[in-house]
């Protein structure tokens, strides 16, 4: 119970042994004192919180705010001592906001959690007490037998003991964990691949015994101990035995497995970050804003406590005749006295720090949120998959991006490959119908045969490859839904191609469909059928592919005897062994498939003689054979067979991208985003994908830092790359590294990679495992610039990158939710990124910012009329404002525009965000919450303060008798002039920020302005019977019937706002922005409006300052007519005049599709 406990409350220690040992099916040693060890269960958490931790993990991240436990402290105060206001004014507050984003952050946790159980309780088939039991994930314990079946994903990480197939082997697929999509053969040991059966597995006894869990997927270091009739064998395993948590089952009916790992112990778990709470730019603004602010409290609050005792210092003032002090008060310790005022004027103050500011960006984002899940362009019909928001935490983030950080493989890819083209003889094939024609041409061959050269090439690209076939009987007789049928003569049985490389299955495939189709290969034989008849060669020879030749080859035995050896690989690894052939066109034609950014493949073959194919042998069997310097010596008798080469032709495969993808990667280029590629796959494959996809130019210059053996090797060759950096006239640079080159690079060298990768528009970085992808993402993340960093991905593999980075985006692929559940937005296809960030990242970042500095702004409005009246009240902390307007101003009478605005305000249209990506520059490296906007808004609202009180006290400083009957003004009536000043001025100045009117900013606009009236009307007006003193009794509805009162308040507002608004035309005119000029577009050239799709249909609706600055205008003679109202139009038209200062290079990149708008 006690070691449960501490599970759930984190504190659970790892094992300490460096080894574990696993009794297959749990069958414990019954001789001696056996003590099993403890292992992890097999729940996966990505949630947060528990039931236990909530409270006390909660309460510490909301008090770790400036604001929150500053309020704790007053709250404090406010029950220990006396002060001037009541502690429900700031615990009320308090706790409303401690509430509320409890209450928020509880339900995002709660829908983790969901996730969580929907995979925990999967169901799943494990062999207990001698039958085949079904249970739910979370049950399985480390030691149980676990049954799979074909296309399930494994529930934990296993031992393979048998499979279905008698030589015990397994195909796996592993897209989720490494991006990889190709087939992946796994072994079981001799001793248990026979146990095929629950009776046989009933029977084994079996212990292994392994390394403790580590991260590394692909290094696994253990033994099996088999007991057989009382003999035990042991036999050593490896990663070739492992079948890894969210990998899945491939082209093999059931596997029978021991799980090893469990649960957060998994390899993939232990990939994942701890999850941590992130935080946004904004807020971290906010902490510093605030930390200003309390210096300005702080120096308020002394500066009174000083002037009070100054002013007491005189007898006259120190005790007056109507306020004699009590006997204790004259014996107090001064130094307590001194503490005592200091923090009354601390309590008096207080309101300068925006407690509601929290509660109100709280809930910004919470119902900001919703507007993703409700965009239909970010819906994806054909998976029927909208967006989704796990945290709302960092909406305003997504408009900070500096750097995205993607993988390849699903993300960018839609893991299809598909044949293009061809080149054969020096002649280039398109496929037509499932033929083969030649380039120009249309029309089949009238007899649909084809030259010896075209069958020896798809003969050749039918045999040279490791393809494996799955056979699945179809549910009914005919071969109809064959989605391999073809009208070329035969029909086989429902096949399914499964490869080590996603090329090889699409060229199998396309052979199969032009009418040579590979049928099967038994280790011994391949045999293919070409236009039906059947044909067989004997696999004398297979020379796998490695990363140095760069190309596989396959030796063959046809019927009558002759050995042909085919190969394939890279155009730099065959040409040059070429000695016949149309060489140089075949050159010509990998340039064209490479240019059109498809994936490229050379064909060549050999037909050897039977002392050449004797020699060959030789040279083959005796690197194989050899103890010392194999690899070596294989390499050498691999070179010596591949050679005297006839070139066949090429192949152009395309591996088909995610829709709009190029055109995404181009306008976060132009937004200044940069794009770099994290992934799992090889480096041909990687930088093919990164050229088709426009990540890489052509024209771009082309840097690697790839193969780097030693830190030495790697200091030069990045200093190299510098050098040719800074020497190279060429305006982009691209980077190509691997993971084995960056370990190296991020040991010792990080400053010299970080200088190279800074200067490069673009990096690719292949061959990455899971946590070298987040090593980069924090590489970037902690440079000393503190860029915002974004990273995207579709696997399990990814999940780590995506917790890294500021902002994590899963994509709903088709391997698993894993990256979707761990990240913080969720969408169905890469193409979204562009409008998640250049739209809905720009309007929350530009709402956000506003709402802050709006208000900090009307709190200084608020509480520094309250400094300037103990000037005149000779410190006595007597309050300007009523208690119920202290506590009713943030909460209820300036909370509702400020909210409104936030969640509806549009500087400029979605679709010129959408379509001028250079607009997300405007707003880049947090500039509207820059230090310079900062002090703009806190001076105007001290000034606003300042004209408030003293245009006030102007007013009744000399004469108080305002009424008509010579009654006089008091000190409330005073207070509650400055106040009603001070509510209708901060609204307005919110309408002069609206840009964006719908009926609900026009609704909480006017209408808090005419609540506050109402409000203070009914509260003045009537004696309540539960209030203790009513000081506010009469006083508004006074104020209210003095002519000279109204004449103040509508001066003063003039007063304060006019300024404001001449600034704001000046600057628009002056000194426009980006955004200040699309926004002064005419409406006909502007995309086509729809009603739906801007929230809220009030185009016609206008900025309060609007007419004014219409005014202005036409008096400086530079009027221009222009209308807002929404317009009839058929289709998008964009057009900007020659002045402006866009980017030269901005296209309009992304198409829009036509819009029919309708007059609103």
Same mark, same amino acid.
């Given at each position: 119970?006690?070691?449960?406990?501490?599970?759930?409350?984190?504190?659970?220690?790892?094992?300490?042994? @460096?080894?574990?040992?696993?009794?297959?099916?749990?069958?414990?040693?019954?001789?001696?004192?056996?003590?099993?060890?403890?292992?992890? @269960?097999?729940?996966?958490?990505?949630?947060?919180?528990?039931?236990?931790?909530?409270?006390?993990?909660?309460?510490?991240?909301?008090?770790?705010?400036?604001?929150?436990?500053?309020?704790?402290?007053?709250?404090?105060?406010?029950?220990?001592? @006396?002060?001037?206001?009541?502690?429900?004014?700031?615990?009320?507050?308090?706790?409303?906001?401690?509430?509320?984003?409890?209450?928020?952050?509880?339900?995002? @946790?709660?829908?983790?959690?969901?996730?969580?159980?929907?995979?925990?309780?999967?169901?799943?088939?494990?062999?207990?007490?001698? &039958?085949?039991?079904?249970?739910?994930?979370?049950?399985?314990?480390?030691?149980?037998?676990?049954?799979?079946?074909?296309?399930?994903?494994?529930?934990?990480?296993?031992?393979?003991?048998?499979?279905?197939?008698?030589?015990?082997?397994?195909?796996?697929?592993?897209?989720?964990?490494?991006?990889?999509?190709?087939?992946?053969?796994?072994? &079981?040991?001799?001793?248990?691949?026979?146990?095929?059966?629950?009776?046989?597995?009933?029977?084994?006894?079996?212990?292994?015994?392994?390394?403790?869990?580590?991260?590394?997927?692909?290094?696994?270091?253990?033994?099996?101990?088999?007991?057989?009739?009382?003999?035990?064998?042991?036999?050593?395993?490896?990663?070739?035995?492992?079948?890894?948590?969210?990998?899945?089952?491939?082209?093999?009916?059931?596997?029978?497995?021991?799980?090893?790992?469990?649960?957060?112990?998994?390899?993939?778990?232990?990939?994942?970050?701890?999850?941590?709470?992130?935080?946004?730019?904004?807020?971290?603004?906010?902490?510093?804003?605030?930390?200003?602010?309390?210096?300005?409290?702080?120096?308020?609050?002394?500066?009174?406590? !000083?002037?009070?005792?100054?002013?007491?210092?005189?007898?006259?003032?120190?005790?007056?005749?109507?306020?004699?002090?009590?006997?204790?008060?004259?014996?107090?310790?001064?130094?307590?006295?001194?503490?005592?005022?200091?923090?009354?004027?601390?309590?008096?103050?207080?309101?300068?720090?925006?407690?509601?500011?929290?509660?109100?960006?709280?809930?910004?984002?919470?119902?900001?949120?919703?507007?993703?899940?409700?965009?239909?362009?970010?819906?994806?019909?054909?998976?029927?998959?909208?967006?989704?928001?796990?945290?709302?935490?960092?909406?305003?983030?997504?408009?900070?991006?500096?750097?995205?950080?993607?993988?390849?493989?699903?993300?960018?890819?839609?893991?299809?490959?598909?044949?293009?083209?061809?080149?054969?003889?020096?002649?280039?094939?398109?496929?037509?119908?499932?033929?083969?024609?030649?380039?120009?041409?249309?029309?089949?061959?009238?007899?649909?045969?084809?030259?010896?050269?075209?069958?020896?090439?798809?003969?050749?690209?039918?045999?040279?490859?490791?393809?494996?076939?799955?056979?699945?009987?179809?549910?009914?007789?005919?071969?109809?839904?064959?989605?391999?049928?073809?009208?070329?003569?035969?029909?086989?049985?429902?096949?399914?191609?499964?490869?080590?490389?996603?090329?090889?299955?699409?060229?199998?495939?396309?052979?199969?469909?032009?009418?040579?189709?590979?049928?099967?290969?038994?280790?011994?034989?391949?045999?293919?059928?070409?236009?039906?008849?059947?044909?067989?060669?004997?696999?004398?020879?297979?020379?796998?592919?490695?990363?140095?030749?760069?190309?596989?080859?396959?030796?063959?035995?046809?019927?009558?005897?002759?050995?042909?050896?085919?190969?394939?690989?890279?155009?730099?690894?065959?040409?040059?062994?070429?000695?016949?052939?149309?060489?140089?066109?075949?050159?010509?034609?990998?340039?064209?498939?490479?240019?059109?950014?498809?994936?490229?493949?050379?064909?060549?073959?050999?037909?050897?003689?039977?002392?050449?194919?004797?020699?060959?042998?030789?040279?083959?069997?005796?690197?194989?054979?050899?103890?010392?310097?194999?690899?070596?010596?294989?390499?050498?008798?691999?070179?010596?067979?591949?050679?005297?080469?006839?070139?066949?032709?090429?192949?152009?495969?395309?591996?088909?991208?995610?829709?709009?993808?190029?055109?995404?990667?181009?306008?976060?280029?132009?937004?200044?985003?940069?794009?770099?590629?994290?992934?799992?796959?090889?480096?041909?494959?990687?930088?093919?994908?990164?050229?088709?996809?426009?990540?890489?130019?052509?024209?771009?210059?082309?840097?690697?830092?790839?193969?780097?053996?030693?830190?030495?090797?790697?200091?030069?060759?990045?200093?190299?790359?510098?050098?040719?950096?800074?020497?190279?006239?060429?305006?982009?640079?691209?980077?190509?590294?691997?993971?084995?080159?960056?370990?190296?690079?991020?040991?010792?060298?990080?400053?010299?990679?970080?200088?190279?990768?800074?200067?490069?528009?673009?990096?690719?970085?292949?061959?990455?495992?899971?946590?070298?992808?987040?090593?980069?993402?924090?590489?970037?993340?902690?440079?000393?610039?503190?860029?915002?960093?974004?990273?995207?991905?579709?696997?399990?593999?990814?999940?780590?990158?995506?917790?890294?980075?500021?902002?994590?985006?899963?994509?709903?692929?088709?391997?698993?939710?894993?990256?979707?559940?761990?990240?913080?937005?969720?969408?169905?296809?890469?193409?979204?990124?562009?409008?998640?960030?250049?739209?809905?990242?720009?309007?929350?970042?530009?709402?956000?910012?506003?709402?802050?500095?709006?208000?900090?702004?009307?709190?200084?409005?608020?509480?520094?009329?309250?400094?300037?009246?103990?000037?005149?009240?000779?410190?006595?902390?007597?309050?300007?404002?009523?208690?119920?307007?202290?506590?009713?101003?943030?909460?209820?009478?300036?909370?509702?525009?400020?909210?409104?605005?936030?969640? /509806?305000?549009?500087?400029?249209?979605?679709?010129?965000?959408?379509?001028?990506?250079?607009?997300?520059?405007?707003?880049?490296?947090?500039?509207?919450?820059?230090?310079?906007?900062?002090?703009?808004?806190?001076?105007?609202? /001290?000034?606003?303060?300042?004209?408030?009180?003293?245009?006030?006290?102007?007013?009744?400083?000399?004469?108080?008798?305002?009424?008509?009957?010579?009654?006089?003004?008091?000190?409330?009536?005073?207070?509650?002039?400055?106040?009603?000043?001070?509510?209708?001025?901060?609204?307005?100045?919110?309408?002069?920020?609206?840009?964006?009117?719908?009926?609900?900013?026009?609704?909480?606009?006017?209408?808090?302005?005419?609540?506050?009236?109402?409000?203070?009307?009914?509260?003045?007006?009537? !004696?309540?019977?539960?209030?203790?003193?009513?000081?506010?009794? /009469?006083?508004?509805?006074?104020?209210?019937?003095?002519?000279?009162?109204?004449?103040?308040?509508?001066?003063?507002?003039?007063?304060?706002?006019?300024?404001?608004?001449?600034?704001?035309?000046?600057?628009?005119?002056?000194?426009?922005?980006?955004?200040?000029?699309?926004?002064?577009?005419?409406?006909?050239?502007?995309?086509?409006?729809?009603?739906?799709?801007?929230?809220?249909?009030?185009?016609?609706?206008?900025?309060?300052?609007?007419?004014?600055?219409?005014?202005?205008?036409?008096?400086?003679?530079?009027?221009?007519?222009?209308?807002?109202?929404?317009?009839?139009?058929?289709?998008?038209?964009?057009?900007? &005049?020659?002045?402006?200062?866009?980017?030269?290079?901005?296209?309009?990149?992304?198409?829009?599709?036509?819009?029919?708008?309708?007059?609103?």
């Amino acid at each position: 119970m006690l070691r449960w406990i501490r599970q759930q409350l984190g504190f659970d220690p790892p094992n300490q042994s @460096d080894t574990r040992t696993v009794y297959v099916a749990n069958r414990f040693p019954q001789r001696g004192h056996y003590v099993p060890q403890r292992f992890a @269960d097999n729940r996966i958490i990505s949630s947060k919180y528990t039931i236990w931790n909530f409270v006390p993990k909660n309460l510490f991240e909301q008090f770790r705010r400036i604001a929150n436990f500053y309020f704790l402290i007053i709250f404090l105060v406010q029950l220990m001592i @006396d002060t001037p206001t009541s502690p429900v004014t700031s615990g009320l507050p308090l706790f409303f906001v401690i509430i509320i984003t409890a209450i928020k952050q509880g339900y995002e @946790d709660w829908l983790r959690h969901k996730a969580d159980n929907e995979v925990n309780g999967a169901p799943v088939f494990v062999v207990r007490s001698g &039958s085949l039991v079904q249970t739910r994930s979370k049950n399985i314990r480390v030691g149980d037998i676990v049954r799979v079946a074909k296309d399930e994903t494994f529930p934990a990480d296993l031992v393979l003991l048998s499979s279905d197939r008698t030589e015990g082997t397994c195909h796996i697929t592993t897209a989720s964990l490494d991006g990889e999509t190709n087939l992946k053969t796994h072994f &079981s040991v001799a001793e248990t691949s026979v146990c095929q059966s629950v009776s046989r597995l009933e029977d084994l006894q079996a212990v292994v015994e392994c390394q403790q869990p580590e991260p590394d997927l692909y290094r696994f270091v253990g033994r099996i101990t088999v007991t057989d009739h009382g003999e035990e064998i042991v036999r050593p395993l490896g990663p070739e035995n492992l079948l890894l948590r969210g990998a899945r089952l491939k082209n093999t009916k059931e596997i029978f497995g021991v799980a090893i790992y469990t649960g957060m112990e998994a390899k993939m778990a232990l990939n994942y970050k701890c999850k941590s709470q992130k935080r946004s730019a904004v807020e971290k603004s906010m902490n510093t804003f605030l930390i200003i602010y309390l210096g300005i409290l702080l120096s308020e609050a002394i500066l009174s406590t !000083i002037l009070k005792y100054a002013w007491q210092a005189e007898q006259e003032w120190d005790e007056p005749f109507y306020n004699h002090k009590t006997e204790h008060e004259r014996n107090s310790s001064p130094i307590l006295k001194f503490i005592s005022d200091f923090l009354a004027f601390l309590v008096l103050y207080n309101y300068i720090i925006p407690i509601s500011l929290y509660v109100t960006v709280e809930m910004q984002k919470f119902l900001g949120s919703f507007f993703i899940g409700w965009d239909l362009d970010l819906y994806h019909k054909e998976s029927d998959q909208k967006a989704q928001v796990n945290t709302s935490d960092l909406n305003e983030e997504l408009g900070q991006v500096e750097y995205v950080f993607t993988d390849k493989t699903g993300t960018l890819t839609e893991n299809e490959m598909q044949f293009r083209e061809c080149s054969i003889n020096g002649i280039k094939y398109q496929e037509v119908n499932g033929k083969l024609v030649p380039e120009g041409l249309t029309d089949d061959s009238p007899d649909g045969t084809l030259s010896d050269a075209e069958l020896m090439f798809l003969k050749a690209v039918a045999l040279c490859h490791t393809v494996q076939i799955s056979y699945d009987q179809p549910d009914c007789p005919s071969t109809a839904g064959d989605p391999f049928s073809h009208s070329n003569g035969f029909s086989t049985s429902h096949m399914e191609y499964y490869a080590s490389s996603p090329d090889e299955k699409a060229l199998v495939e396309a052979t199969k469909r032009m009418g040579v189709a590979f049928i099967g290969n038994n280790g011994e034989t391949m045999e293919i059928k070409t236009f039906g008849k059947s044909e067989k060669y004997k696999l004398l020879h297979v020379l796998e592919f490695d990363a140095h030749r760069r190309r596989m080859s396959v030796i063959l035995q046809n019927r009558s005897g002759g050995k042909v050896l085919f190969t394939k690989g890279a155009e730099s690894a065959i040409l040059p062994f070429t000695t016949s052939g149309e060489i140089d066109k075949t050159r010509i034609h990998v340039d064209e498939f490479a240019l059109k950014g498809l994936r490229t493949l050379v064909v060549a073959c050999r037909h050897f003689s039977a002392e050449e194919y004797s020699e060959a042998e030789r040279h083959l069997n005796l690197a194989r054979t050899a103890l010392q310097h194999r690899e070596e010596r294989l390499q050498e008798a691999f070179s010596f067979i591949e050679r005297d080469l006839q070139i066949l032709g090429a192949t152009g495969v395309e591996d088909k991208l995610q829709d709009k993808v190029q055109e995404t990667i181009e306008a976060l280029r132009l937004a200044g985003i940069k794009v770099w590629v994290l992934t799992g796959d090889k480096h041909e494959t990687a930088v093919s994908v990164s050229l088709s996809c426009g990540h890489f130019h052509r024209t771009m210059n082309h840097l690697e830092l790839l193969q780097q053996c030693s830190d030495s090797e790697c200091a030069e060759r990045l200093r190299q790359l510098a050098r040719r950096i800074k020497e190279d006239h060429v305006i982009q640079h691209g980077l190509v590294v691997d993971g084995a080159s960056l370990s190296l690079a991020l040991r010792e060298h990080e400053k010299l990679f970080m200088e190279v990768c800074k200067n490069c528009s673009a990096v690719l970085c292949c061959r990455m495992a899971p946590l070298q992808k987040a090593k980069v993402v924090r590489l970037i993340k902690t440079s000393p610039e503190k860029p915002i960093t974004l990273a995207i991905g579709d696997g399990a593999n990814d999940v780590s990158m995506i917790q890294e980075a500021h902002v994590g985006i899963g994509i709903m692929g088709k391997e698993g939710r894993q990256a979707a559940r761990n990240s913080d937005y969720a969408v169905a296809r890469f193409k979204f990124l562009a409008k998640l960030l250049l739209v809905h990242g720009h309007f929350y970042y530009i709402r956000i910012s506003t709402l802050v500095q709006y208000f900090f702004y009307k709190n200084v409005c608020f509480i520094t009329p309250q400094f300037l009246y103990q000037f005149f009240c000779l410190f006595s902390q007597q309050t300007l404002y009523d208690s119920v307007y202290l506590t009713l101003y943030n909460i209820v009478f300036t909370s509702l525009p400020i909210l409104v605005y936030s969640l /509806f305000e549009q500087l400029v249209h979605p679709h010129m965000l959408h379509s001028k990506p250079v607009l997300y520059r405007d707003i880049s490296r947090n500039s509207l919450l820059s230090f310079r906007t900062f002090l703009y808004w806190t001076l105007l609202g /001290f000034c606003h303060a300042f004209v408030f009180f003293f245009g006030s006290y102007i007013l009744m400083g000399e004469d108080t008798s305002l009424m008509g009957n010579g009654q006089m003004f008091g000190n409330w009536t005073f207070g509650t002039l400055v106040f009603t000043v001070m509510v209708i001025t901060v609204t307005l100045k919110l309408a002069l920020e609206t840009h964006f009117w719908t009926w609900m900013n026009h609704f909480v606009t006017w209408g808090s302005i005419a609540f506050y009236f109402v409000f203070s009307l009914f509260y003045g007006g009537i !004696i309540w019977p539960f209030l203790h003193t009513q000081d506010m009794y /009469f006083v508004f509805v006074q104020l209210l019937s003095s002519g000279s009162a109204w004449f103040a308040i509508i001066i003063i507002v003039i007063t304060c706002l006019f300024p404001d608004v001449v600034k704001k035309v000046l600057y628009r005119h002056l000194q426009p922005t980006s955004t200040q000029k699309s926004q002064s577009i005419p409406a006909h050239q502007k995309p086509g409006l729809s009603c739906v799709e801007s929230l809220c249909c009030y185009q016609h609706g206008q900025s309060g300052c609007s007419r004014l600055a219409r005014l202005l205008e036409q008096m400086t003679g530079h009027y221009q007519a222009s209308t807002n109202q929404c317009h009839t139009a058929n289709h998008s038209n964009r057009s900007w &005049s020659e002045s402006e200062t866009f980017y030269s290079n901005d296209r309009s990149i992304l198409t829009l599709s036509p819009i029919e708008a309708t007059h609103c």
